[in-house]
């Protein structure tokens, strides 16, 4: 089946410095794009989701940029912290109407170095 | 608070036992879901309820089952575990399914069948 997939399993970063986490999606009908924020020891934490209508969507230190042409979503971290240190995931929305089918990556890991 | 709860949030247990793990949410969403998460796999979506009394599969239903008698409660049962269940478990709750409705993850539960 068609699947969310990440480029790299690990990122690493100098505080500081801008991350970039990318994501390769497959199904061209997916319609709504979430990331998510892992850290240790607790369950994902909702950072930013994009709507297919839009290339561009800005949170606080965080962009999502979104190419259907392509099929490529990135996470931008702006500055990164250390706390910025967990798993990345992103999902895609595969469902239609009101139906919520959730496609998960693998993750990416991003690491802070001081 | 608003939050998800989930108990154990350890629990190791033989091939063969039935367990319950419970989830509980005070946010008053519809929406509720259990997932697995397994190392370089993602979250894979186990069961998901859009109200109480409606149940339907995700991607791995096979050795699970869920009620949802309760909007507030939505227990994961395994009747007779495996050692493949083996794995980390999260709940979640979201308003709605659909575009712009984020999840609210669980705290987690790791769980060992041997």
């Known amino acids: 089946g068609e699947s969310v997939g990440l480029h790299l399993p690990t990122l690493s970063v100098q505080e500081g410095d801008n991350s970039i986490i990318n994501c390769a999606y497959s199904?061209?009908?997916?319609?709504?794009f979430i990331w998510y924020k892992q850290e240790s020891g607790k369950g994902p934490q909702f950072i930013i989701d994009i709507r297919s209508n839009m290339d561009k969507r800005q949170g606080q230190r965080v962009t999502v940029l979104l190419n259907k042409t392509v099929k490529h979503l990135s996470l931008q971290i702006a500055a990164t912290q250390p706390g910025d240190s967990a798993v990345y995931f992103c999902a895609e929305n595969m469902g239609i109407g009101s139906n919520y089918q959730l496609i998960w990556g693998a993750g990416t890991k991003l690491i802070i170095k001081p | 608070e608003a939050q998800v709860t989930q108990n154990p949030r350890y629990l190791i247990t033989v091939t063969g036992k039935k367990l319950t793990v419970t989830c509980s949410q005070n946010?008053?969403?519809?929406?509720m879901s259990w997932y697995r998460q397994d190392p370089g796999l993602g979250l894979r979506q186990i069961y998901y309820s859009m109200n109480v009394e409606v149940t339907d599969k995700g991607d791995v239903p096979e050795g699970y089952k869920v009620s949802r008698k309760e909007k507030r409660n939505f227990p994961l049962i395994l009747e007779s575990p495996s050692p493949n269940q083996t794995s980390l478990y999260f709940c979640?709750?979201?308003?709605?399914?659909?575009?712009?409705?984020?999840?609210?993850f669980g705290p987690g539960t790791r769980l060992t069948v041997t």
């Open positions: 199904n061209s009908a997916s319609d709504y």
């Open positions: 946010m008053n969403h519809e929406y």
């Open positions: 979640a709750s979201s308003l709605l399914p659909g575009q712009g409705y984020e999840q609210y």
